[in-house]
């Protein structure tokens, strides 16, 4: 099923973070990262996520992944207020509703990449009887119909990705985030990585979160957040904003080189 | 590459269609498991060797069991009548006499049949002696046949001076079979039967013989015995009965055979260092199999912890991930179990024609199965305590 973007009315955002803080330690060892983090995410745009190092991104892309938990604020998925839900309440939220992208793939060395998956849908529980297939399917989506039967180990770092991406699309999930997903990928392959991230985006039902240090892959942003110090500084949309369009530009030439 | 319409789909495609479970635990618990080599085969051993000293153990305590109680299981009386203060079967002294006639004249009884048993010295034929338990009786009037022969016959002793002993104690009697001669307690006997595994518990040899000439040899009385075996008429009350001879025998003890069995067990195993012993090995077999089997699974979770983190980020249940631990733990003990119980098999075998009774039944073995089940699972619970405790934000860089 394909659904194209509206051009009317502004979609409703598919999950919103109001005020988040995060505070980790205590006493003189407290450190509060994220200071009163406010975004949404809406369906059908891949949004970038940039900062410096030790800016809290990591930190937010957890708790807007539902792994972690913050210290005050709300997060909204799903139209699933996720302050007091137990954490198997958040497992299962993740598993309906979020997947994700790692830097270093997180696939499992004993299974094929069909099996990695497959994986990802038998978590879910009861699945469908085309479970299979839907697997293949999402291998097929990301070029890698050939390589269903491979183990990670015979797999290119870009593969190895691609098999990420797959398997975190076989599960439909509402809101896609990706931690640093071309961080360990050549150029080539960086690119084709973002390629695909940004077809992901398109589907008019998810969002993509992308955290990326890499000025490289600016030009498939729809929308770009900086974040400095546990707050944002920034949020642009590129496509919209001739400004904004142009300073990406230039970082992107940057990176390029 | 396809395009982005084969990517799209919808966040509710993928509760649409008919449901099955999927299998990938057993297949991510079995990988996981036979991935690394060199962890298997260290769990592997640890069972193994559990499950072959559980298996000696408890086939041991089966084969102590049978060979306390061979004699009474061989027997067809419900009651018997034993000397006031006897522990065991294989431990006897001599009632006063007279008992059998006495029984007889109870109402209930059908017949009554002595046994004669004491230990005796045996005199083998090229010098040298050994002690020995001579076991009389009548078994043309329902006495104690031997049983297990497998040369001569039990008719050949009704002659004269002959005996039948076990094959299993050729070497400690010095014979080689039929007709070799011997003395016991100076008088001469030969060897007219050869029966197959009837071993003692005391490791003293069983002689069989006719009642008369186990009553001179143990320099009993005629009509006096160690035992009266006392079969009951059809439709006898044994309790009323039982009441009933022990109230005319007031210097004997009357037990229903199955309680004489009991304590004959109790005797050998729980009041002397053999029951211990055997409690000890098996409780030291099934520790040293926790520890071995949760250590390795132990190191197992830990190396694929980065794994388990990323099933709870891609949202698994405890519950999954636990199923994942305990299917490792139950592959572990299946193959651990198989190795075991065959070498355990072995074994066993080897030891057939040895006067150690160790005994292998279907019951002891599944018996055996579901206790390394259990041992594997108790062993999974280290494992399950650290997955449990896995924070999936760290599978994010930070």
């Given at each position: 099923m394909i659904q194209s973007k509206s051009d009317g009315a502004k979609p409703s955002p598919i999950l919103v973070a109001d005020g988040i803080v995060k505070v980790f330690g205590t006493g003189a060892g407290e450190v509060q990262v994220l200071k009163g983090v406010h975004l949404d995410l809406l369906p059908g745009e891949l949004t970038l996520l940039m900062g410096p190092?030790?800016?809290?991104?990591?930190?937010?892309?957890?708790?807007?992944?539902?792994?972690?938990?913050?210290?005050?604020?709300?997060?909204?998925?799903?139209?699933?207020?996720?302050?007091?839900?137990?954490a198997e309440a958040m497992a299962d939220l993740r598993r309906n509703h979020v997947g994700f992208v790692f830097q270093s793939y997180n696939l499992f060395p004993t299974l094929t990449a069909l099996e990695n998956v497959m994986l990802a849908l038998d978590v879910r529980g009861r699945m469908p009887a085309d479970a299979p297939q839907r697997a293949k399917n999402a291998l097929d989506s990301v070029g890698l119909s050939h390589r269903i039967n491979t183990y990670p180990a015979k797999l290119s770092g870009g593969e190895k990705q691609r098999v990420a991406i797959a398997r975190a699309l076989a599960g439909s999930p509402s809101v896609m985030l990706a931690d640093e997903p071309t961080a360990a990928l050549d150029s080539e392959n960086g690119q084709s990585v973002m390629q695909l991230m940004?077809?992901?985006?398109?589907?008019?039902?998810?969002?993509?979160?992308?955290?990326?240090?890499?000025?490289?892959?600016?030009?498939?942003?729809?929308?770009?957040i900086r974040i400095e110090d546990g707050v944002i500084s920034t949020d642009e949309r590129p496509k919209d904003d001739p400004v904004a369009r142009a300073n990406m530009e230039r970082l992107s030439a940057e990176g390029a080189h | 590459m396809q395009g982005s319409a084969s990517i799209a789909g919808g966040a509710d495609a993928a509760a649409a269609g008919p449901r099955r479970r999927l299998r990938m635990a057993p297949k991510l618990a079995y990988r996981n498991l036979f991935h690394d080599k060199i962890s298997l085969f260290v769990t592997l051993i640890g069972i193994v060797f559990s499950v072959v000293l559980l298996s000696f153990q408890s086939?041991?305590?089966?084969?102590?069991?049978?060979?306390?109680?061979?004699?009474?299981?061989?027997?067809k009386g419900e009651l018997w009548v034993l000397p006031i203060g006897t522990k065991s079967v294989d431990d006897p002294s001599l009632l006063?006499?007279?008992?059998?006639?006495?029984?007889?004249?109870?109402?209930?009884v059908a017949n009554v049949e002595t046994l004669s048993m004491g230990f005796a010295r045996w005199r083998k034929q090229n010098g040298g002696a050994t002690t020995v338990l001579v076991v009389g009786s009548d078994w043309n009037s329902g006495g104690l046949k031997p049983w297990n022969v497998i040369d001569g016959s039990v008719d050949q002793l009704a002659a004269p001076k002959m005996v039948a002993v076990d094959r299993t104690y050729f070497k400690d009697l010095d014979v080689k079979g039929l007709g070799d001669p011997a003395e016991i307690n100076g008088m001469t006997v030969k060897v007219g039967a050869v029966t197959n595994k009837i071993r003692s518990f005391t490791t003293m040899p069983y002689i069989f013989t006719t009642l008369g000439r186990a009553q001179i040899m143990l320099g009993a009385q005629?009509?006096?015995?160690?035992y009266a075996l006392v079969s009951l008429k059809p439709d006898s009350d044994v309790d009323?009965?039982?009441?009933?001879?022990q109230a005319k025998l007031p210097d004997a003890e009357v037990l229903k055979r199955e309680d004489f069995r009991n304590r004959s067990i109790n005797y050998w195993l729980f009041h002397t260092a053999a029951g211990s012993g055997l409690i000890a090995g098996t409780a030291l077999a099934i520790i040293v199999g926790i520890v071995i089997v949760a250590q390795t699974l132990y190191a197992s979770t830990k190396d694929h912890l980065n794994e388990f983190a990323t099933l709870r980020a891609l949202g698994a249940s405890a519950g999954y991930i636990i199923q994942v631990i305990l299917l490792q733990a139950l592959f572990s003990a299946i193959v651990g179990y198989a190795l075991g119980?065959?070498?355990?098999?072995?074994?066993?075998?080897?030891a057939e024609n040895t006067t150690l009774n160790v005994v292998m039944t279907p019951g002891l073995a599944a018996l055996l199965f579901a206790t390394t089940i259990g041992m594997c699972m108790l062993a999974a619970i280290s494992a399950i305590f650290k997955v449990i405790r896995i924070d999936p934000a760290g599978v994010f860089s930070r």
């Amino acid at each position: 099923m394909i659904q194209s973007k509206s051009d009317g009315a502004k979609p409703s955002p598919i999950l919103v973070a109001d005020g988040i803080v995060k505070v980790f330690g205590t006493g003189a060892g407290e450190v509060q990262v994220l200071k009163g983090v406010h975004l949404d995410l809406l369906p059908g745009e891949l949004t970038l996520l940039m900062g410096p190092s030790g800016s809290g991104k990591t930190t937010l892309l957890s708790i807007l992944g539902c792994i972690l938990r913050q210290t005050e604020g709300d997060l909204v998925i799903a139209n699933t207020k996720t302050n007091k839900l137990s954490a198997e309440a958040m497992a299962d939220l993740r598993r309906n509703h979020v997947g994700f992208v790692f830097q270093s793939y997180n696939l499992f060395p004993t299974l094929t990449a069909l099996e990695n998956v497959m994986l990802a849908l038998d978590v879910r529980g009861r699945m469908p009887a085309d479970a299979p297939q839907r697997a293949k399917n999402a291998l097929d989506s990301v070029g890698l119909s050939h390589r269903i039967n491979t183990y990670p180990a015979k797999l290119s770092g870009g593969e190895k990705q691609r098999v990420a991406i797959a398997r975190a699309l076989a599960g439909s999930p509402s809101v896609m985030l990706a931690d640093e997903p071309t961080a360990a990928l050549d150029s080539e392959n960086g690119q084709s990585v973002m390629q695909l991230m940004s077809d992901v985006s398109k589907d008019a039902s998810r969002a993509v979160l992308c955290v990326t240090h890499d000025h490289r892959i600016l030009k498939y942003a729809d929308r770009i957040i900086r974040i400095e110090d546990g707050v944002i500084s920034t949020d642009e949309r590129p496509k919209d904003d001739p400004v904004a369009r142009a300073n990406m530009e230039r970082l992107s030439a940057e990176g390029a080189h | 590459m396809q395009g982005s319409a084969s990517i799209a789909g919808g966040a509710d495609a993928a509760a649409a269609g008919p449901r099955r479970r999927l299998r990938m635990a057993p297949k991510l618990a079995y990988r996981n498991l036979f991935h690394d080599k060199i962890s298997l085969f260290v769990t592997l051993i640890g069972i193994v060797f559990s499950v072959v000293l559980l298996s000696f153990q408890s086939g041991i305590y089966l084969g102590i069991e049978r060979t306390i109680a061979a004699v009474l299981d061989k027997t067809k009386g419900e009651l018997w009548v034993l000397p006031i203060g006897t522990k065991s079967v294989d431990d006897p002294s001599l009632l006063p006499g007279r008992e059998k006639y006495t029984v007889l004249s109870v109402p209930g009884v059908a017949n009554v049949e002595t046994l004669s048993m004491g230990f005796a010295r045996w005199r083998k034929q090229n010098g040298g002696a050994t002690t020995v338990l001579v076991v009389g009786s009548d078994w043309n009037s329902g006495g104690l046949k031997p049983w297990n022969v497998i040369d001569g016959s039990v008719d050949q002793l009704a002659a004269p001076k002959m005996v039948a002993v076990d094959r299993t104690y050729f070497k400690d009697l010095d014979v080689k079979g039929l007709g070799d001669p011997a003395e016991i307690n100076g008088m001469t006997v030969k060897v007219g039967a050869v029966t197959n595994k009837i071993r003692s518990f005391t490791t003293m040899p069983y002689i069989f013989t006719t009642l008369g000439r186990a009553q001179i040899m143990l320099g009993a009385q005629q009509e006096q015995g160690s035992y009266a075996l006392v079969s009951l008429k059809p439709d006898s009350d044994v309790d009323i009965v039982q009441e009933r001879i022990q109230a005319k025998l007031p210097d004997a003890e009357v037990l229903k055979r199955e309680d004489f069995r009991n304590r004959s067990i109790n005797y050998w195993l729980f009041h002397t260092a053999a029951g211990s012993g055997l409690i000890a090995g098996t409780a030291l077999a099934i520790i040293v199999g926790i520890v071995i089997v949760a250590q390795t699974l132990y190191a197992s979770t830990k190396d694929h912890l980065n794994e388990f983190a990323t099933l709870r980020a891609l949202g698994a249940s405890a519950g999954y991930i636990i199923q994942v631990i305990l299917l490792q733990a139950l592959f572990s003990a299946i193959v651990g179990y198989a190795l075991g119980m065959t070498l355990t098999l072995g074994i066993f075998k080897l030891a057939e024609n040895t006067t150690l009774n160790v005994v292998m039944t279907p019951g002891l073995a599944a018996l055996l199965f579901a206790t390394t089940i259990g041992m594997c699972m108790l062993a999974a619970i280290s494992a399950i305590f650290k997955v449990i405790r896995i924070d999936p934000a760290g599978v994010f860089s930070r």
